[in-house]
């Protein structure tokens, strides 16, 4: 089945970190360039981070840049969200879509569901 | 960063009805612009890519249009399972961008 299933969210305190995973399946992942996108409570979807399919090629919002890493391991099929000295604004659900063969031109065809992550004391 | 500003912000109609949402980008993005529908609870889903290509699967009452700066998403009579949230996306940038999302409600 052609799926992403997303992992590792959770409650975090300001200025601590978590690692989200997103596992996929069903098609060639070191293929298709990966980004992470959020939506907060109440608000709209908004671009976070996204990798090229080799994995050196990488990029991020200004809100995220220097505090989240995205990588990739093609040969466990998984993408990877690190994010350190979490705000409170970092607070939403996040998820991980699959886009086209390059960044510039991507269009997100598969999403996963989805992890809730909280950052509050 | 390339500005993404979707039209109107909310929009009321009812089952049957021509609806169109228009997206305006910052600056010229020629043809790389894509529509998603939302759902409360559920993940985005791909409707329009490069502005007027019909994902598969979409019904054939959605339909895009526009290139350079001004874009519109057109359904072309409302059906109940459409009343969600619509975004436009550029991806012009490798700094990808959406816009502020049009919530269409029941009248």
């Known amino acids: 089945e052609v799926q992403l299933v997303e992992s590792g969210g959770g409650l975090v305190q300001p200025g601590g970190s978590l690692r989200l995973s997103c596992a996929a399946s069903?098609?060639?992942?070191?293929?298709?360039?990966m980004s992470w996108v959020r939506q907060a409570p109440g608000k709209g979807l908004e671009w976070v981070s996204g990798?090229?399919?080799?994995?050196?090629?990488?990029y991020y919002a200004d809100s995220v840049k220097g505090r989240f890493t995205i990588s990739r391991d093609n040969s466990k099929n998984t993408l990877y969200l690190q994010m350190n000295s979490l705000r409170a604004e970092d607070s939403a659900v996040y998820y991980c879509a699959k886009g086209g063969l390059t960044m510039a031109g991507t269009y997100f065809d598969l999403w996963g569901r989805g992890t809730l992550v909280t950052v509050s004391s | 960063d390339i500005q993404m500003t979707q039209s109107p912000s909310s929009l009321s109609a009812s089952v049957g009805d021509r609806v169109t949402i228009t997206c305006r980008a910052g600056q010229s993005i020629s043809s790389s612009l894509n529509w998603y529908q939302h759902k409360p609870g559920k993940a985005p889903n791909l409707l329009i890519y490069a502005a007027s290509s019909l994902q598969t699967g979409v019904p054939s009452r959605f339909s895009g249009s526009g290139s350079g700066t001004d874009f519109t998403l057109t359904i072309s009579s409302l059906q109940p399972e459409d009343f969600a949230t619509y975004y436009c996306?550029?991806?012009?940038?490798?700094?990808?961008?959406f816009g502020q999302g049009t919530r269409l409600e029941i009248k």
């Open positions: 990798i090229g399919g080799g994995g050196r090629s990488t």
């Open positions: 996306q550029q991806s012009y940038s490798t700094l990808l961008t």
């Open positions: 069903g098609f060639t992942f070191s293929t298709y360039a």
